[in-house]
């Protein structure tokens, strides 16, 4: 995989119509009169890179089944994500999120629940005024999988001793999914749900599925080595909330009992720096973080390998250039 | 209005088959395997009057309008509420619910933000699977009006200025809501939601509001006045969490200026005893409690009036000692 030298907003390029189309269903979505206007217009900030939105748009390119609902179903995608942003910062104690403070900074932890609550609500109403119930029914289930992958995670906070598979079944239940969802509805909205998928609408969610697990796993490594101020969230929360990822659990697994003993300590050990500190000084992070950026790779390479089913449409270069965006990613 | 004298199960016996096909429904919804069954086998025991689910049924029957698929609604409903209660009880900071430790005493918080969202997106898929997206519609909506009633309710924290309309919007928005959609289901479903609602359903919504509102107002009134071990989850969570509910308004808008320093007082300034003790000594409730709960006896008599355009019969009969029930409830 050659390094991608595009910016996102070129790769993005073939669907910029639809993506804009996207963005007015959002904004009008998050439009509140009264106190309830002034949490979400907060929220609307913290619209990011939109890549779950896109990566419907693009695979309904990709496939020739873009319809004009296409837009509203990557509106409702992107409010669910909204609404699992606000609660995770809730989840993870994180005080800034695209370098704006979180809702639980600005108001209290009540509203962060209320309008995380509020955005799923407003995503599923928003899902029901569609022609096809096929966005309603992927996505409702897709958020289940989602808080499975969530309540699992918390479970297993300190757990050095988990399997990189069990480490990867949380990563891609918290994170892929929305991924799997947005490649499978561009690919296969408006049918019936009732219809089974098509070959090709599970591909291009496997697709979504190896994309998106390799997103959390950068992410995972960039919480381990990335500066704040380019990242535009607070970094070594996982370390803080005692999740154990996978550079950590690759270092731990080749550990000896005593460099064993140094990382748990870094991470439950009364501790007045920052634990991140103590965990560089417990050992030497590198070989897991080459480990995990390998697994991202073999990964990625896998998600192009189900792109060569598609014809070559501009639609499909730019899913392939957004797969060598996520590998060289540096936030 | 007479005080009823009938157990609530002689009351729900119209629908008692049907309410069992319901709470099978719900079961199935709350049993998963591992991790996140563990965690929904502890909601499930929240499982309460389930009047709510009964009301989707109740005036189903009474307008003649009774589906195989009313059961399937009502566990929606239900499914609902239980998402509102895990998430309440954070908000609240309310350990006890039904007699049983919450989730996040059981757990943490993270666990209990994480299981209410679980229950709302399951919630919302199973009303995917019904055949009218009515329910969907409905309940999508009304989640957003129950959280917007809890963020106004956030913010109005020691708002003794209250006016009773404010204090209404607020009750009617967090509570009511959810019965105004269960009688309104109830004698709409399977209608398409595009197609206006009837004179008769939109009667029945303003039942369900007038005995929601109604039932809030004597919530309020228990959490002033009960004792825990009867109404089944902690009292004097208002008093403690600054919540300025209908007793308190009225008895403070009748007070001279010491007055309302003492009940302030008793809400804000450092306290090492109950809160609720203080309130006591601050002031007399007993106006406030009368006060509320004429309003209360107010607005049921008017949902009486209400279900008297509808056919005499043994579901009309239970909606009526409903209301009575609710009148009289001591939990």
Known sequence: MSPTTFSLEELLAPVQADLERMRQVLIEALSTEGLVGERTAHVARFRGKELRAAMVLLCGQATGRLTDEHPKVAAVLELIHLATLVHDDVLDGADVRRNL???????????????????????????????????????????????????????????????????????????????????????????????????QA???????????????????????????????????????????????????????AAGRKAIESAFRDPCTGSRMDALRSACDLEPGIAHAKQRAHGLLTQALQRLMTLPDTTARRSLIQITEYVASRQK
């Open 101 to 199: 403070p979180s809702v639980h900074v600005v108001w209290d932890e009540q509203t962060a629940i209320l309008m995380g609550d509020m955005l799923y609500s407003r995503a599923f109403h928003l899902s029901t005024c569609l022609s096809s119930n096929l966005a309603a029914r992927v996505l409702s289930m897709g958020a289940q999988r989602i808080c499975a992958g969530e309540l699992e995670q918390a479970a297993r906070r300190y757990d050095f001793g988990m399997s990189q598979q069990e480490y990867e079944g949380v990563a891609s239940a918290k994170t892929a999914e929305l991924y799997a969802a947005a490649c499978e509805l561009g690919a296969r909205y408006p049918d019936s749900p009732e219809e089974p998928a098509s070959e």
């Open 202 to 256: 599970r591909m291009m969610r496997g697709f979504g599925e190896d994309l998106g697990l390799a997103f959390q796993i950068i992410d995972d490594v960039l919480d381990l080595t990335g500066e704040a101020s380019v990242v535009g969230k607070s970094v070594g929360n996982d370390v803080e909330d005692g999740k154990v990822t996978l550079p950590v659990l690759h270092v731990y697994a080749n550990a000896d």
